[in-house]
């Protein structure tokens, strides 16, 4: 038996292991930088702990709830469009941790990062991306955006490491962000040309997992200092 | 020559190192070895303050003073950490 057809036969238990596995990355990433922003008060930092709190309730939305929607309340649409929220405000909020400083300024300090008016705009952008994805039952929105957001990200992530050669970490940032670009792109690929091909959505899989692990590797690595 | 502009969290780690060489400092003397202006003195302060980052003591001759909390202590502890975190991940 191929990996492929291993894949198909036990989808349902992998999704949920592959899902719980991420969001519990991406707990382990808000844990961490959470108490580092309670102590710093520092912006950036809070928006990259978004990011990931955003990151983790999309996978644990869309596999685990959407498992036992699927199952019992048919209700795919719903979920399929908080995931699809989820993911979009995510990407917008590891963006904004790399270019707030351009954008905010120095003593500004909002009592909540989640709804505060700059983040108001990512949210109705998120909503009406997922929306028209929702609506017009494509993928194409949110697959653009997340595309143009890494893409974003890599050449800010690139100039960064450029910057700070000294430390170790920047360059994995970079490689991270261009896994994430790469996914990205073959989930775009395999949704338009490839009619959504096994082989091609396991890659993305183990680039999401490779992606992840990659920012738990320097959250660790850095604060264990 | 140049001087840079203090980060917002080198503002506030400099505060915070400030109370603790002196233990217990008047108001007055932190605003003078702060380097800010009164206005902004201030809004760190007020913030510094709100966070539990530090307190205000008030003897009885009405004496104000400022000192470290143990969040501040902690706070000193890590800063290392948290500025190598900012600059790995380019925040």
């Known amino acids: ?225 | 020559m140049t001087t840079k502009k203090r980060e917002r969290l080198d503002v506030i780690k400099d505060i915070i190192q400030t109370i603790k060489d002196n233990r217990q400092i008047k108001p007055t003397r932190l605003l003078y070895a702060s380097n800010l202006s009164p206005q902004m003195f201030k809004e760190y302060i007020n913030e510094l303050i709100s966070k539990k980052f530090i307190k205000l003591d008030i003897d009885g001759k009405d004496k104000k003073t400022f000192s470290l909390t143990k969040k501040g202590q902690d706070f000193l502890m890590e800063y290392k950490v948290i500025e190598s975190f900012i600059e790995n991940f380019g925040l």
């Open chain 1, 1 to 225: 038996m191929s990996l492929s057809s291993l894949v198909i036969e036990y989808k349902w238990m992998l999704e949920v292991f592959y899902a719980l596995a991420i969001t519990a990355i991406c707990m382990l990433v808000v844990l961490k930088t959470d108490k580092f922003y309670k102590l710093s008060l520092h912006q950036g930092i809070r928006y990259f702990r978004n990011a990931f709190f955003f990151f983790g309730i999309a996978f644990v939305g869309r596999y685990v709830f959407g498992i036992f929607s699927d199952l019992a309340l048919h209700s795919a649409f719903i979920v399929g469009f908080f995931f699809e929220y989820f993911l979009i405000m995510a990407g917008f909020f590891l963006l904004y941790s790399l270019i707030w400083k351009k954008i905010e300024s120095p003593n500004e300090t909002y009592l909540t990062s989640l709804f505060n008016a700059k983040i108001m705009i990512f949210h109705g952008m998120a909503l009406v991306l997922a929306l028209l994805d929702k609506t017009l039952q494509t993928y194409y929105f949110m697959f653009f955006s997340q595309m143009i957001i890494f893409a974003y990200a890599s050449v800010l992530s690139y100039k960064n490491y450029r910057k700070n050669a000294k430390h170790d970490f920047p360059k994995f940032y970079f490689v991270a962000t261009m896994i994430g670009f790469v996914a990205w792109t073959i989930n775009f690929l395999a949704a338009s040309y490839f009619e959504w091909h096994h082989g091609l959505l396991i890659d993305v899989g183990l680039m999401n997992i490779m992606f992840f692990l990659l920012f738990l590797y320097g959250v660790v690595k850095v604060t264990k200092k």
